[in-house]
T-cell receptor, first 112, second 114 residues
């Protein structure tokens, strides 16, 4: 089965600093990959998804970007973090759009 | 726009009580439905799913959910909860044939008292 690796588990960054969160997937090839942000009491919001290398779709306008340099690698980035970027970020993977998604352990990002 | 609504944000039950968590979605087309669970300190994991067929689906740990198309609902049930069911529960919907863009509800925190 698929295993999702995310790091770091927690991160504290100052406002205006850059960000790079990495997600890698094991146990599958050519997966669909997703980045979500989870806010307390608000569920999970889809930020980006990718159906293949170099293919990124953004779901909401924001200060973040995503890249997929390799088949099983998905990176969430920002050039300058805002306070509103604080949150819990989850990476997920699925074999196709109709299959259940497998989630990583998440990264808790705090912006000071 | 599509949305998923979970009616209960925080539920507190005693062990052996019955559980029903409500989930309604807004989308007129064909959907796939999921319930995910997040136990304390663990990652999100699939509890059960509905794609087609029998609208009453059974998942892990004695959970089941019923898809009622006319009501746009997919409520989660368990006849008798255990302390170990304490977790956060998320309902999610995806359009069939889509790229897997899950729409999540806001989650329900279940606390089971021993």
């Amino acid at each position: 089965s698929q295993t999702i690796h995310q790091w770091p588990a927690t991160l504290v960054q100052p406002v205006g600093s850059p960000l790079s969160l990495e997600c890698t997937v094991e146990g599958t090839s050519n997966p669909n990959l997703y980045w979500y942000r989870q806010a307390a009491g608000r569920g999970l919001q889809l930020l980006f998804y990718s159906v293949g290398i170099g293919q990124i779709s953004s779901e909401v306008p924001q200060n973040l970007s995503a890249s997929r340099p390799q088949d099983r690698q998905f990176i969430l980035s920002s050039k300058k973090l805002l306070l509103s970027d604080s949150g819990f970020y989850l990476c997920a993977s699925s074999n196709d759009g109709n299959q259940p998604q497998h989630f990583g352990d998440g990264t808790r990002l705090s912006i000071l | 726009a599509q949305s998923v609504s979970q009616h209960n944000h925080h539920v507190i039950l005693s062990e052996a009580a019955s559980l029903e968590l409500g989930c309604n979605y807004s989308y007129g087309g064909t959907v796939n439905l999921f319930w995910y669970v997040q136990y304390p300190g663990q990652h999100l994991q699939l509890l059960l799913k509905y794609f087609s067929g029998d609208p009453l689906v059974k998942g892990i740990k004695g959970f089941e959910a019923e898809f009622i198309k006319s009501k746009f609902s997919f409520n989660l049930r368990k006849p008798s909860v255990q302390w170990s069911d304490t977790a956060e529960y998320f309902c999610a919907v995806v359009n069939s044939g889509n790229t897997g863009k899950l729409i999540f509800g806001q989650g329900t925190t279940l606390q089971v008292k021993p």
